[in-house]
């Protein structure tokens, strides 16, 4: 009775929130939930009967235990319903569980309750992705066992596709306990589940809170019109923002105040100082970032796209000021073609859009393993803790930061934010400390790092993995972030196993001659982490 009375009213909420969505989204679900349900019924069947045993009836631990469990394949199933990605680059199913969770931890970045008239909404809290696992002795069954656990991983590692050399690792995020390792302080390539690391030292130095700020700055005494860039790798100047900091919005405001002041024409500059150094990263020119610059829209890409590889412009500083010149030319106010400059300290400030939270630029980051994102948020680590915003010094503020959390950096070697640079090193012990971390109760701000890793068979770079059969039991369970260069493949992430436990796990492996075949070995093995109770 406890536990209805205190179930009721927020079954009366979700109802409330979902039901405008119902008839939409159930042509589209239809198709998936058969092959769902599969997946689901008897992973559920089997920590149901895990937990019953253990006393007459299931305890409010053991309940919560399940409820986790089957939350996840539900969130999953939802995301799939309203499609992965809603128009703010957030998994819709996400969203709306913050919203009918009264905001129980973590970032809730669909709410602009409770901000000021015309003030950026903050980030408060959303429902957390650990409820109910609890700790020590009334965690939800106990964590598996480590020779049974080295039983099921050891002849799924040794398959040859994943080539000469691997590095492995799982613990208990409950305990922080080590229950595999396999060279776990190897240092291995490890490809782009660097940003992993990245977005643990960017939220831990700026906050989850912290947003980016694009403004444009009048010169006193002059017509001279500055756009400065604030470092917002999510700038848009497409029509319909989806949430994001609009270019065409930041037209608007500056055209009003320009007209309010009787300005109609004006010397368009642009200040991009807040970065320095080169901006071509060491790989050179590459469909899979643009040159990293403080002022950017769409990535400089030159099509439609919103991730992966796309061609893209050679100057996306000027690029993004062109635009605003045309955008400002739109609504009435005649700029020059721009150049660079400087903002100087006496410039008034005309107008300014800012992004979303950082906890949403990292989920945003982390899904879609966006490159130009990680780079950006690598220099944001710098400015944050006193370094040089710059390849170098992004680099090494990543490092100081994870020193300060005292994560196990030995061997560890950074280059970059996004794992693009194969000099990159580090290790499974070093990856599986970073998720730990990020689901430790002392450290709600790195939520983030775990609600933004895609969704086995639903979102992101998982979207259309795990469907060979022996992977299928990982679908909608395993949340992990991939790695690949030639050669290299590597998966790092969570997963709740068959008796509620989460567990962290990084799988690094090197000299693989076949992406196909090892990155199906490897999507085997998180998925043998989900069925697997291993006692």
Known sequence: MRVANTVKPRLARVAHAVRPRSARITGAVRPRVARLSGVVKPHVTRVAHAVRPRSGGLTTQQLTAVAATVGLALAAGAATAAGPWDSTGQRTAERDRATVRDREGGADHGSRAGAAAGEPAPAPSAASVLTGLGGGANAPGSAPHGKALADVLDPLLRDASLGARRSAAVVDVTTGTSLYAEDADAPLTPASTTKIATAVAVLSAAGPDHRLTTCAVLEPGTRELVLVGGGDPTLTARGQTGGWAGLRTLADRTAAELKRRRLTSVTLSYDVSLFKGGALHPIGVNPNLAPVTALTADEGRTDASTSGPAPRVADPAGDAARTFGGLLRDRGITASSPGPSKATRGAQTLALVQSPPLSAVVERMLTTSDNDIAEVLARQTALATGGQPTFEGGAAAITAQLKRLGLPLAGARFHDGSGLDRNDRLTAHLLTSLL???????????????TG?????????????????????????????????????????????????LLAFAFLTDDSTDQTTARAALDRTAAALAGCGCR
Do not use: C, I, M, Q
């Open 436 to 450: 730990a971390l990020a689901g430790s109760p002392s450290h709600p701000e790195l939520r983030p790092v775990l």
């Open 453 to 501: 890793l895609p969704v086995a068979g639903f979102t992101g770079t998982l979207s259309d993995r795990y469907a060979d059969g022996a992977a299928r039991p990982g679908v909608g369970l395993v949340r992990a972030k991939t790695g690949s260069l030639t050669g290299v493949n590597t998966l790092a992430g969570t997963v709740v196993d068959a008796d509620g436990r």
